[in-house]
């Protein structure tokens, strides 16, 4: 590839300017004159940029550092997959409490179906839980203390089947859990429903009383 730094120049009568008795500009007397091509012309000698990053590639390649870099990544992501970040601002329950969270909503505006007609009115108050009952309570524990593990087992052990609880790891390895334990592990992932929910200690239990959600945050060695 040539990169030209070249001018073309071209040249016409005076006329062309507006210079008075040499006529308009286009008849034969006024034709562009090609005075030549002033300036250097220079190759281009840097690489092309996908060449570049081609050879570099194809050298990490052959030498092996390609296939561990990959496989340092693959290493790194299944790590954050089986060990979590462990949700912040949380201690073990030294002080139990409880308190009750409404999850109500109120309608902000006209809620209409396809045919335009309104099927929940602007400020109408709704609670999801007269509609979908929340029948499997949440058990938010620490996975790395035994303690708090046994005894979310023993409440999923002691419930009916059709109130089996979810238990929700706030620290520790769910995968490698659920496979101990036998039994669906999960994991609250930045401490979404901790914050929603205004846990702060651990363990603790969400379930339904009446028509809101019941927030325990419970010492267990309390209770033995």
Same mark, same amino acid.
């Not at 006529?23 to 004159?33: F, R, S």
């Not at 300036?39 to 570049?52: A, M, N, T």
């Not at 550092?65 to 030294?94: C, F, N, S």
């Given at each position: 590839?040539?990169?030209?730094? /070249?001018? #073309? ?8 300017? &507006? ?6 500009? $286009? ?28 050879? +570099?590639?194809?050298?990490?390649? !052959? #030498? $092996? /550092? ?18 979590? !970040? ?11 409490? #409880? ?12 809620? +209409? ?13 709704? %609670? ?30 002691? /419930?009916? %089947? %059709? ?8 620290? &520790?390895?769910?995968?490698?859990? #659920?496979? !101990?334990? %036998? ?7 930045? $401490?979404?429903?901790? +914050?929603?929910? $205004? ?26």
């Amino acid at each position: 590839m040539i990169l030209s730094t /070249a001018i #073309s120049v071209q040249a016409t009568d005076a006329s062309e300017t &507006g210079t008075p008795g040499t006529g308009a500009p $286009g008849t034969p007397e006024h034709k562009p004159k090609d005075l030549g091509v002033y300036g250097e012309v220079f190759p281009i000698k840097e690489k092309s940029l996908l060449e570049v990053i081609q050879t +570099k590639l194809q050298a990490l390649k !052959e #030498s $092996g /550092a390609l296939e561990a870099h990959q496989k340092a990544i693959a290493a790194k992501t299944k790590d954050k997959v089986m060990h979590p !970040e462990p949700v912040d601002g949380l201690h073990k329950t030294t002080k139990p409490r #409880s308190f009750a969270y409404d999850p109500s909503i109120t309608v902000p505006y006209d809620l +209409k179906d396809h045919q335009g007609k309104v099927f929940q009115q602007k400020g109408t108050k709704v %609670n999801p839980l007269d509609t979908h009952p929340f029948r499997s309570p949440f058990l938010f524990v620490d996975g790395d203390d035994s303690e708090q593990v046994a005894w979310a087992i023993k409440e999923h052990q002691l /419930a009916t %089947n %059709n109130h089996k609880p979810k238990i929700i790891l706030v620290k &520790g390895a769910p995968f490698d859990l #659920s496979k !101990e334990i %036998n039994l669906p592990v999960y994991f609250d992932q930045s $401490g979404a429903l901790v +914050k929603k929910f $205004g846990i702060a200690q651990v363990p603790a239990c969400i379930s339904q009383k009446d028509k809101v959600l019941l927030i325990e945050e419970l010492n267990i060695e309390e209770e033995k």
